[in-house]
């Protein structure tokens, strides 16, 4: 707790500066009252936010506050500058790129919802249980698995399916999900940093047309370097012990497997809509939903038939149990599964984005990257950016970077794409794997739980930084966009 104070100490400091105030914007707020008082906001709501384990108080409902009062006051100032509609059209950009997130988020938690409902994480737990894996093991088929699912389904996507197997695997075992999210959060970032598909950050720095698509897999060493490293430190931490979980059969829900499928569709989808139309992945995304839309329409009109074939075959086996389960089954629905997506989570994700998105139309972020890359040596302005990216999440720091576009070396843009990438590992609020799991392992994974293994994960980020800086030293050269 106490680092983090500092860190939030020092971003202040810097904000503070007297070269932040060099900076302009349409109005120059970063030197007023509505500025500090602003950015004090923001910091007090976020402190509320990392107490929330011991104040019960949900993360989404600080935030939430702190983006009303933030773009309160900047619209209030622009009223009197005679300037009300500039506020306007800036709060609904922010809110746009909120809305691609939010709907992204939406589709990935149904479709993860739905398999849970069509009981595919209990047979994934039932079959890991009958194979007797340890936790050791459990710790690191999902580390691993982590890491090499998120370069294509994204960082978040594959935190959300990791977490589900292990809640339902390790069930009521507090230290064990905690470690095992800590890890499947540093995997699934440190996997997204070297693909365009991995992380939104490193979707951005695609789209800037800053780095080509293979060189994206120059920082795949250094992601490997950044996993492993707190992995094996904390392994040894783990139980060596087998799940307590009773041995049981589990059958799939009738479409279960299909789900599944129709979600790799989706993702696919995603991607196709990006990298062959030029359009967002979320339109791919909520493509992905109609797939898993009508799929459930399929599953409600088939019912009957199936549940009379089903009937007729456990009535002429004499299996009593068996026909009462049969009356219990209820209709697949897929609004019923987006009820249950997590929405604390979503609104939180809503709060920081209009938060920040506030402030840096205030003028803060750009500051902060105008200060880091005319005061400071490149590569140490982009290895703080991304501690800095743990705080104040890795979107805004690098829709900041691109904002200013430093005149760097490939090999700058490569490690400030690792940093922000895998820098966010650092907090369980800085990635959104990080927040994401917060909600679905509310109670078992935790800010201080992550916490406090925070120094094993810097130890690993300055691990793979050394790494980048010795492997691509020769990309430090090479200037210019990718064409």
Not at 221 to 243: C, D, G, T
Not at 289 to 296: I, K, M
Not at 305 to 313: E, I
Request: aromatic share 14%; with cysteine.
């Amino acid at each position: 707790m106490f680092k983090f104070s500092i860190m939030l100490f020092s971003l202040f400091a810097l904000l503070c500066s007297p070269f932040a105030f060099a900076a302009s914007g349409p109005l120059l707020l970063t030197a007023s009252t509505t500025g500090y008082v602003a950015l004090s906001i923001f910091i007090i709501a976020y402190i509320l936010v990392m107490l929330e384990e011991k104040i019960h108080l949900r993360k989404s409902k600080p935030v939430l506050v702190a983006a009303g009062i933030i773009w309160a006051l900047i619209g209030w100032r622009y009223i009197q500058a005679d300037m009300p509609t500039v506020t306007e059209e800036a709060f609904r950009h922010t809110l746009l790129e909120f809305a691609e997130l939010m709907l992204f988020l939406l589709v990935a938690m149904t479709y993860i919802n739905a398999l849970e409902e069509r009981r595919v994480f209990d047979a994934l737990r039932s079959w890991m249980v009958r194979k007797g894996f340890s936790y050791q093991s459990l710790f690191w088929i999902t580390g691993v698995l982590s890491f090499f699912i998120s370069p294509i389904a994204d960082n978040l996507t594959t935190a959300l399916l990791m977490c589900a197997v292990v809640m339902k695997v390790a069930e009521g075992n507090k230290k064990f999900i905690n470690l095992c999210c800590v890890n499947i959060v540093v995997a699934a970032n440190a996997g997204g940093a070297f693909s365009p598909f991995g992380d939104i950050t490193t979707l951005m720095v695609w789209q800037a047309g800053v780095l080509r698509f293979m060189e994206f897999l120059a920082l795949f060493l250094p992601s490997v370097v950044n996993y492993l490293i707190p992995a094996i430190i904390m392994s040894f931490f783990v139980e060596k012990r087998k799940p307590s979980a009773v041995y049981e059969e589990v059958e799939l829900k009738r479409g279960a497997i299909r789900i599944l499928c129709l979600f790799l569709l989706t993702i696919a989808t995603a991607v196709a809509f990006h990298s062959v139309l030029h359009l967002p992945p979320v339109l791919g995304m909520m493509t992905g939903l109609g797939y898993l839309q009508f799929f459930g329409f399929f599953l409600r009109v088939t019912l009957p038939g199936s549940l009379a074939r089903k009937r007729a075959m456990a009535e002429r086996e004499g299996d009593q149990e068996r026909i009462k389960a049969l009356g219990q089954i209820v209709p697949f629905d897929v609004f019923s599964r987006v009820s249950r997506a997590e929405w604390d989570t979503l609104l939180f994700f809503y709060g920081v984005v209009m938060c920040v998105g506030g402030l840096g139309f205030i003028g803060y972020l750009e500051l902060m990257s105008t200060v880091l890359y005319t005061q400071w040596d490149a590569t140490y302005a982009n290895i703080a950016l991304g501690l800095i990216s743990a705080v104040i999440d890795n979107i805004p720091v690098m829709f900041a970077v691109l904002t200013m576009m430093p005149e760097m070396s490939h090999g700058h843009w490569l490690l400030i794409t690792l940093t922000a990438g895998v820098g966010g590992s650092l907090l369980s609020i800085g990635s959104a794997a990080g927040v994401a799991l917060m909600g679905q392992a509310r109670g078992y994974y935790t800010f201080m739980g992550h916490l406090k293994w925070a120094p094993v994960i810097l130890l690993g980020y300055f691990a793979s930084i050394a790494v980048h800086l010795w492997l691509n030293a020769a990309s430090f050269a090479e200037y210019g966009l990718a064409s």
